[in-house]
């Protein structure tokens, strides 16, 4: 099974030796997926209900061939990196192409790793969780979260009967966060007229983060500010060590900081700019900046996280008129109480990465997963943007 796709590795090897390397290929991403689905798949746990919950959540994206390895896995805790070494030992006990384990990541205390290697110990995908005690979550939420994530990072998308053979269950490629993503940059794009030197953006929450990312390359420096420290463990950008900046972008909406001429909360802008809180002027706003970020759009607040909820249920909404649709569920858990109540930011972030939408559809009708996106794309279409002067 390894043969045709050992050339194309090889060659990625050769190109990291010669300094040519420019990073990973779809190619290669590809023939990881085929391996992966025409693969058998050994489940290194002696605990029954892991194994199950690994065995039905793989079989989601394809993978049918997965035996459990009875190993008594207590006894790696004691190892740097306890899940790599216990799906490292699944190689002694059982053939297959294919291991995978989940366990402490490192230090007690330090969260758990679900980890996928092949037969020759390289690894595949790894992706890891809080501790038990700050996502709250049940162990087979939580295993079947991260098995999500680790076959999701490579592309590969859960396509499975439905809760009879005449149905099929489909699943948006994108998830709540994408959608997240794309209305924040729908705004950053109105935003690209202003450069400089420094630009401070206020209010990671939801889309402060995006929209900073959008605008990286305006800017010499970029920092972030927000109250919540989970909100600040998402931001890639530095907190502000000093008050004045070229521009700053207040994105706290509705109840958030005080803003007049020059000053936003005790930051200090040449130029400042505040969202709107809302597009059809509901809710009122005493702030006083350089310009507004106003939304033209039939909504109650232009806040990014309402926003998304929004065209979620709208997706399912337009989903549900399909022939061949029965039925279309927004995945919309509470994300919100893991970033703000529990404080997990990688429980928000696991929360916000499944699939945005889960449809349920005739077998043999003509209902396809790209129409998930059509339809997305049309409502986000409607929902513009525009730069207001005070």
């Known amino acids: 099974m390894w043969r045709k796709s050992r050339s194309l590795f090889k060659k990625a090897f050769e190109e990291s030796l010669n300094g040519i390397r420019k990073g990973d290929k779809p190619e290669e991403t590809e023939a990881l997926k085929k391996l992966l689905l025409d693969g058998k798949f050994g489940v290194v746990t002696d605990n029954h209900k892991k194994f199950s919950i690994f065995k039905n959540t793989l079989g989601m994206f394809g993978v049918k061939n997965v035996i459990q390895i009875c190993v008594p896995t207590d006894i790696f805790d004691l190892e740097q990196m306890p899940s790599l070494s216990k799906a490292l030992s699944g190689r002694y006990f059982g053939e297959c192409d294919f291991y995978i384990a989940r366990g402490r990541l490192g230090l007690p205390g330090s969260g758990a790793l679900t980890i996928l290697i092949d037969v020759y110990g390289n690894v595949i995908s790894a992706v890891t969780s809080p501790p038990h005690h700050i996502h709250g979550l049940s162990l087979e939420t ?3 979260f991260d098995v999500f994530r680790l076959l999701k990072r490579l592309g590969m998308v859960p396509v499975h009967k439905g809760i009879t053979n005449r149905t ?34 206020i209010g990671g929450y939801l889309d402060g983060i995006f929209i900073a990312e959008y605008l990286k390359n305006n800017f010499r420096e970029i920092f972030l500010y927000d109250k919540e420290k989970s909100v600040m463990a998402l931001s890639p950008f530095n ?9 700053i972008i207040d994105l706290t909406g509705f109840g958030g900081i005080d803003v007049s001429r020059g000053q936003a909360g005790k930051f200090k802008g040449k130029v400042i700019i505040s969202e709107e809180p809302s597009g059809l002027e509901a809710l009122e706003t005493e702030k006083k900046p350089d310009f507004f970020l106003k939304m033209d759009y039939r909504g109650k607040t232009s806040g990014t996280m309402t926003l998304t909820i929004h065209t979620v249920r709208k997706i399912s909404v337009e989903i549900e ?24 930011s990688r429980g928000f972030l696991d929360v916000m990465e499944i ?21 997305l794309n049309g409502i986000l279409q409607e929902m513009k943007f525009e730069l207001a002067k005070f």
């Not at 907190?239 to 900046?245: D, S, T």
């Open 168 to 201: 099929r269950t489909v699943y948006s490629s994108f998830t709540v966060l994408d959608v997240a993503k794309k209305i924040a940059k729908k705004k950053a794009e109105v935003l690209k007229e202003f450069k400089g030197d420094s630009l401070l953006v």
């Open 321 to 344: 008129k399909f022939n061949d649709v029965l039925y279309a569920v927004p995945n919309l858990f509470f994300a919100e109480s893991l970033l703000f109540n529990a404080k997990s």
């Open 355 to 375: 699939p945005a939408v889960t449809a349920s559809v005739k077998n043999g009708g003509n209902f396809k997963a790209n129409y998930f996106e059509d339809v």
């Open 239 to 247: 907190k502000p060590e000093r008050e004045e900046f070229d521009v």
């Open 142 to 144: 939580a295993l079947f």
